[in-house]
């Protein structure tokens, strides 16, 4: 079983930034793609990014692609989202999820486990 608990949703400003931390843990440390989901209210799960384990391979989503990074620390089972130029259409709840495969899929059918979820508020 893989725990997975996401922190550093905030409210903050148009062209602000936030960090987004997802602490992994449980489960053998065995999950091959770890990645960041979001929902916005009356809409769809949909997939930001996602990075492979091992190897580091980085899938980013169309709506964030120049502004949103991922990163990972393997030695802290902990991983990153860095957001800069936050928007309006960024507010949501931020997901973490896990997958055992090694293929980052955007799919959220494709992913194991699940993170609570982090509120971040983009507004003046």
């Known amino acids: 079983q893989v725990q997975l608990v996401e922190s550093g949703g905030a409210l903050v400003q148009p062209g602000g930034s936030l960090r987004l931390s997802c602490v992994a843990s449980?489960?053998?440390?065995?999950?091959?793609?770890l990645s960041w989901f979001r929902q916005a209210p009356g809409k769809e799960r949909e997939f930001v990014s996602g990075?492979?384990?091992?190897?580091?391979?980085?899938s980013i989503g169309d709506s964030v692609k120049g502004r949103f990074t991922i990163s990972k620390d393997n030695a802290k089972n902990t991983l990153y989202l860095q957001m800069n130029n936050l928007q309006p259409t960024d507010t949501a709840v931020y997901y973490c999820?896990?997958?055992?495969?090694?293929?980052?899929?955007?799919?959220?059918?494709?992913?194991?486990?699940w993170g609570q979820g982090t509120l971040v508020t983009v507004s003046s």
């Open positions: 999820a896990a997958r055992f495969g090694a293929i980052v899929e955007e799919s959220p059918a494709s992913y194991n486990y």
């Open positions: 449980g489960g053998s440390n065995d999950w091959g793609v």
């Open positions: 990075i492979r384990w091992i190897g580091g391979k980085v």
